[in-house]
Structures are given as structure tokens and as C-alpha cells.
């Protein structure tokens, strides 16, 4: 079983069934999940903030950084190995409020907002969501099986 760690601001697609997609430490940053049950291929995207306009020249660098050019990029580079939109399973998770304890910046709640509005648009349904509360996440996608985990160092764990 192979491992592919997705950092901050990146995304990995896989359609190797050996393989375990993982980010760690997810905090405000949003992690969506994507996974084609038929054609076994999924990926991760971990992406940082709402809106790519703060910082255009950022976002064609590192477009895996906001969920306005990272989403659509997810969809298109597992679309390349043979997964269809109507087909694939979509799950979110992180938003949590980390180092902002009294919520000035909401960038979990933009991030959430962001992405709900992209799906909304595109007519893609959310299959799985943990979000917000104030605690960092580890997410993995088995690829064997299409599920998607959820936990974190205090004991948390939940299959979405």
C-alpha cells in the first residue's frame, strides 16, 4: 500500500486501488475528496482560502491554493483518468476555526461557503461533510475501497 501525502495548497488524484491519499493537520484549510466508484479513481484537494482574486498571480502558480481554481482543477485531473462528475462521490472536511478563537477572519466559514458555492453552481451534490468546530483533522482516502476517514491526535475518528 502506497501513501501520497497532500501538503498545503496541493492536490493529488490517483487511479491506483493500492494506493492511500492522506493530508494531515487540517485546520481553517478545506480538504475536498473526490472518488469514482466505477472507474477507481479519486483524489484530494487541500486548499487554503475562497477566493483566488486576492492574489491572481498566486493562484496560476499554486492553483490548489484557493477553492475557485483548485476544485475545478480536482474534477478536470481526475476526469483525465477516466472518472465521470455524475458518477463520483464528493466529501468535505475541515473549516474549523484554529488560530482565530474569536472568528474575526471566518476562514473556515469562507472556505465551507466557497465550495458549497462551487458545487451549487456545477450541480454537484456533497456526499460526506465534516466541518467547522475548532480542531485539526487527518484525512485519508483508501483507494481500495472509496472511504474516506475523518480523525485527528485526540481520538476523534468518523468514516464519512
Not at 487540517?26 to 472518488?35: E, I, M, R
Not at 458518477?87 to 484554529?98: L, Q
Not at 461557503?113 to 451549487?120: L, Y
Request: aromatic share 8%; glycine share 10%.
Amino acid at each position: 500500500m502506497a501513501q501520497i501525502v497532500v501538503g498545503v495548497a496541493d492536490f493529488k488524484v490517483t487511479d491506483n486501488p493500492e494506493d492511500v491519499i492522506v493530508t494531515y493537520a487540517l485546520g481553517s484549510c478545506l480538504a475536498v475528496v473526490v472518488y469514482d466508484p466505477v472507474a477507481r479513481v479519486g483524489g484530494l484537494l487541500h486548499f487554503m482560502l475562497a477566493e483566488s482574486s486576492i492574489d491572481p498571480r498566486k493562484a496560476e502558480v499554486r492553483p490548489a491554493m484557493f477553492a475557485d481554481t483548485g476544485i475545478p482543477l480536482l474534477f478536470k485531473s481526475c476526469y483525465k483518468l477516466g472518472a465521470e462528475k455524475r458518477r463520483m462521490t464528493v466529501k468535505i472536511t475541515g473549516g474549523s476555526t484554529i488560530l482565530d478563537r474569536e472568528n474575526r477572519f471566518r476562514i473556515g466559514h469562507k472556505n465551507i461557503a466557497a465550495a458549497r458555492k462551487i458545487f451549487w453552481r456545477n450541480k454537484v451534490f456533497v456526499d460526506g461533510e465534516d466541518t467547522g468546530g475548532d480542531f485539526n483533522r487527518t484525512v485519508r482516502l483508501d483507494m481500495s475501497t472509496g472511504i474516506t476517514t475523518v480523525s485527528n491526535a485526540g481520538g476523534y475518528s468518523r468514516v464519512l
